[in-house]
């Protein structure tokens, strides 16, 4: 805890930790358990009224696969994140059961998820299309009441919305996902329903997973990039810990282990970031 005092001292607003990897498990169940056993008594520690969380105003989020870990240490982590959600002034997160490669896969079965629900929804959309005669004008149709047709908010957890367009023909909105339906209603019509300039086809692209759609299913979409990864122990790998987050990040591997790291590896640590700053951040603006 001295260590994230120093941090928090120097205005360091966001500080993440690895302290219990997905590869962890597969070490012999008595020690695991210890681990768990002590991960327990921390969390236990950060809700006491006089431990740095409430000195600092820190948010604590658990970062990783919740899942796996044993129920006790789970409803511990949930219960710090829940009493200290609204605290502001920095944030600690603390990755547990976590892998880079495990939170790479989340984020990408996330993210066709959520695109394979916007890809059935545009797909029924053309769908409807493709049954209308010629000579309807379906993407021509426009929609007089815009206000009538958001009225219904509970569809939101459907993600579809089914009404008649002034020509009578059936349309479907997909009113999530971001969708590029309000451009749909910008047409201009006559109040008879007649075909006018303007009308925008109904038609959808098929959705494209996007590098944003992959970001935002991270689990350490929470928090900025890092700026700097301290490796303890002089090791120059990462050991699968932030691999996407850390492609333009100040890597420093101070030679001691991590119970010796204290302010005088933190404070080399800042200045050797300051010496690379200018040039990591023209690195970053160049992607």
């Known amino acids: 805890m001295s260590l994230l005092r120093c941090c928090y001292e120097l205005g360091i607003k966001h500080v993440t930790?690895?302290?219990?990897?997905i590869e962890n498990f597969k070490r012999r169940p008595d020690e695991v358990q210890s681990l768990m056993d002590l991960m327990l008594e921390k969390m236990e520690a950060l809700l006491m009224e006089e431990s740095i969380v409430n000195q600092y105003g820190i948010r604590v989020c658990f970062i990783g696969n919740l899942r796996l870990l044993s129920e006790p240490v789970r409803a511990a982590a949930e219960k710090v994140m829940k009493v200290t959600s609204n605290n502001s002034k920095a944030m600690l997160l603390v990755c547990v059961a976590y892998t880079a490669s495990n939170e790479i896969v989340h984020a990408v079965e996330g993210s066709c998820k959520e695109k394979g629900k916007e890809f059935r929804l545009c797909k029924?959309?053309?769908d409807v299309m493709d049954e209308v005669e010629e000579g309807e004008k379906i993407n021509g149709m426009v929609v007089?009441?815009?206000?009538?047709?958001?009225?219904?908010?509970?569809?939101?957890s459907q993600?579809?919305?089914?009404?008649?367009?002034?020509?009578?023909?059936?349309y479907h909105a997909c009113e999530s996902f971001e969708s590029s339906w309000d451009q749909v209603l910008t047409s201009k019509a006559s109040k008879s329903g007649e075909f006018s300039e303007g009308c925008r086809n109904l038609r959808q692209e098929d959705p494209v997973i996007k590098l944003v759609d992959i970001e935002k299913h991270m689990y350490m979409a929470v928090a900025p990039d890092p700026d700097m990864l301290i490796r303890s122990s002089g090791e120059s790998r990462l050991s699968n810990f932030l691999l996407w987050q850390t492609s333009n990040c100040q890597l420093y591997s101070p030679a001691a282990l991590w119970p010796e790291i204290g302010l005088s590896q933190l404070v080399w640590a800042i200045l050797k970031f300051q010496q690379?700053?200018?040039?990591?951040?023209k690195k970053k603006k160049q992607l």
Do not use: M, R, W
């Open 144 to 156: 007089h009441d815009i206000q009538d047709f958001y009225e219904d908010t509970s569809v939101e």
């Open 124 to 126: 029924l959309n053309n």
């Open 159 to 170: 993600g579809l919305k089914q009404g008649k367009g002034c020509n009578g023909a059936p």
């Open 17 to 21: 930790i690895y302290a219990f990897s």
């Open 276 to 281: 690379s700053h200018s040039y990591l951040e």
